[in-house]
């Protein structure tokens, strides 16, 4: 496991992460280095240049702010799988983020890389596209924002620019009394979602006000589950109704998903919609 | 009360050491002037090398030296194979430790690199130019077998390296007459062993002497050091190979492999030492692979359940080519063992050694008789659904009964002493099994999918007399060799020929000979891995180490004690007929209080002031034990298993398992070996396989694809044990190193198709993944 040569930046504001972005083609950035590292020790990356963002401070962190958290694309899942603020606001985000990987990858493994790597296996990219959640960025022309739902464009692809660096995500607050939940179907290797499942439910008058749901892992990005979501408007959220619209991810399938020596599309198709059905099960018990 | 250390669940002395991660191991040696060894392997699982370009990595930084196959040809010999099974028409090509003209699986070594790091050893592999002519390619041990498959090599008709039949009583007979016959086709799928610490190789040569040391990941040493003598032609004596801590093996390091030789040839080459160590993605592809069989087998019983007869066809995937031990593992290792713990007077069997473009394939924990025990458990199951009966009541009534010294079966060998029947009720009872059986009922009726398996299994270790060995083949004997030496302080040094690596057998051998001369276990220091300070031995594989060498160690220090008593009665003036021992203190019968410790022997043996007429001074001696019979442990473990009908997730809720290795020197290591025994056997049930593509690329090729067992997807083990001794060993031990691994894989695959009976699913590959069962359950509902 010998990486190939390589030359190593460390950056000390996001300012300085950018500019050497920008005067090195091919340039990738380093956060926590449990997506990328494994690659180049396999050398199926070989960046010529790294520049290491580790230890930005202004990357780090939980707050809250207007509507709901910002947190710090350098935040590590263990940080966000014990935050009081993630928990109150957005707990569907704390408990995916304890089903990631092992101790050693909650405690390095940053949500920023995470979603940046654009692995559709991983499970944040799929809670932040139910929660809405909002990624911001900053390039050499200043700071934009990207919704979750567009970020990432394809399999390990994503909407940031070579000499953009993802500082933050913006996370609304689920409504109050709503019930969430993500389930996941684990690779016993890897630990990445074979099928991964999040769902928030609201419910008034006993009835649905309000549904996200997302599922990840089948193919190649996340996908909003908008059938879902319009079969529970206005459900009792029964077992009945849970089953039907669970029925429906199908819709919100784009009719091309991964598949694998472990589990082949077909197979991964058929558990969408029972690791989805779990989801709206665990969240609606939850809602209230 | 030093003698009860003898049986008593001390800690490992070797734990401290390696938790801390102060042990140091192969990689962790650095030598002046050492150099780094990078091997380009074939990217092809099987094609011609029409030639080998190495000049554009000659001139790249730190690149010392370059070689291919032209540079080893006719300097290297081709690494042997060392289990000759007679009989069965074994052809033996030439296995060149670098490949020159043809590569036979991913992985083949074409040329090696050496520089003055490993990281410039690697990027210079770059720049070495190959040029393949692909050919076609064959996994499937079976195909590989038929006519015109891809041919592997040229003298090779069909890729069939050996045809091995065995034959006791008359089994057409037995099938002919059976009321009952059942069957099924099972695959043992390809294992990675994945020790913890990965291969390494550090030769250093001496032109001024002759002299060639390689620090080597090796379970055994002398082994290793002969098998460099036959590859490189350095003379035996001037070889020292030192196996320093050895991190896991599980079979995977008792192979020679290219990768010694050839980082032995560079050393000679240059003069200067050179270091090899393979990564882990090297590991998942050359390192040997365990198991790869398709087992046709069947089964005849009585309509009562009692079976008559057992008849198998097995193709044994050996991949490229064969590895130091491979023809002996599925025939001697596992055909000889076809009776498992049951009466079946009618047993016939045919292994075909089928060459395949995969990893080479060798011994793996438990060799031979998981891919066995597997086999006869399935068929037992089968039988008893086949008569309605429980299968727990199925193997009682086959069981073959309590005996004590020997018992003659089918295939032709002779267990040493068996209580299977206690074994099967110990483990009922422990299990609760009546109470599981009625709580799955009452689950069924819920529409849940709850199954219990049981497997009772007998194993054959402890290997084994010599002289057997060599009627079987084996390039070599298998008995071992100790030396006790006791120093003027009463310390002791134990020196063996056997390589414990993660055994914990510097502890046991301790306490064996703390149990038998009264020394403090802590006096007692266990020597091993070098072979140029230990005594000659066979090495730690097969359940031996224990059994072998530590009978060896038993006898070596029962010549202690008689030599010390001798000494005793001297010095004490008394004959030596009337001197007793007690506690490491030789006495005057009758008058204890007239005393000499082992140390004060130990201390007058060497000083020598006062010796008797006749006898030699110092207080050592060494013993070679060669064993009458081999050793057979055996049990009965019992799992529970849900299925979710949904997914085809499989939740292992209990684990139950009932050992008897004979008498247990320390019960606490027996239940670590039988722990990691059960999850090694359990892993291939329900989640390990090394999978090749159709291109014979490893898809499985790291962590992140081949699933390793978890502590979280397992129950809590439940160990038990009873104990019945050897009849034929000095301490009545029998070995535990593989009895888990032997006994869990059919235990959970029975769990769970009896959990997926009631849905008409009749088989399902392992490892039994999601997928694999939710796919079966699915063509079960659709009549299929």
Redesign the interface.
Known sequence: ??P??LTYHRAGSVAEAVQLLSDNEGAKLLAGGHSLLPLMK?RLAAPAVLVDIGRIEALKGISASDGGITIGALTTHAEIASSDLVQQNAPVLAEAAALVGDPAVRNRGTIGGSVSHADPASDQPTVLTALGATFNVTGPGGDRSIAAADFATGLLENALNDNEVLTSISVPSVPSGAGSAYVK?S????R?AVVGAAAILSVSGGACSSASVAVGGVETKPARASSVEAALAGSDLGDAALDAAAAAVGGDLSGDPMG?????AE?RR??AA?YVRRALGAAASRAG | MTTRIFGSGIRRREDPRLITGRASYTDDIKLPGMLHA?ILRSPYAHANIRSVDASGAAGQPGVVAVYTGEDTDGVLNGLPCAWLIPGSDLKTPAHPPVAKDKVRYVGDAVAVVVAES??QA??ALEHIAVDYEPLDVVINPKAAAQDGAPQIHEDVPNNIAFTWALAGGDTDAAFADAAVTVGDTITLQRLIANPMEPRSALAQWSAATGELTLWNTSQNPHIARFLTCVVTGVPEHKIRVIAPEVGGGFGSKIPYYADEAITAFCSMKLGVPVKWTE???ENYLITTQGRDHIEEVEMAATSDGVITGLRTTVYAGLGGYLSTASPGVPTILHGLMYSGPYNIPNISGTVYGVFNNGCPVDAYRGAGRPEATTLIERLVDLVAAAVGQDPAEVRRKNLIPKFENGHDVATGITYDSGDYESALDSCLSAAGYEALRAEQAQARADGRCVGIGVSSYVEICGLGPSQVAGAVGFQGGLWESAIIRFYPTGKVNVMVGSSPHGQGEETTFAQIVAGEVGVDVDDVEVLHGDTDNTPMGWGTYGSRTTAVSGAAIAVAARKIKEKSRALAAHLLEAAPEDIEYEDGRFFVRGSPDQHKTIQDIALMANVAWNMPEGMEPGLEASAFYDPPNFTYPFGAHVAVVEVDP??GHIDLQRYVAVDDCGVQINPMIVEGQVHGGVVQGVGPA??EGA?YDDDGQL??G???????P?AD?LPEIEVHSNSTPSPHHPLGVKGIGEAGTIASTPTVYNAVMDALRPLGVTRVDMPL???KV??AINDARNGG
């Not at chain 1, 690779?187 to 890897?190: I, Q, Y």
């Not at chain 1, 694998?260 to 082949?264: K, P, T, Y």
């Not at chain 2, 790291?702 to 390793?708: E, G, H, K, W």
């Open positions: 496991m010998f190939a040569q396999l179907f690779h016993p290797a890897s990445y694998d020596v472990f589990a082949s197979y058929a558990m029972v | 990078a490993r990281y690697e990027d990564t882990r993605s949904e997914t329900l989640w999978v898809v499985t790291s962590m992140l694809d081949y699933a390793l978890r997807l993944t999601p997928e939710w796919r």
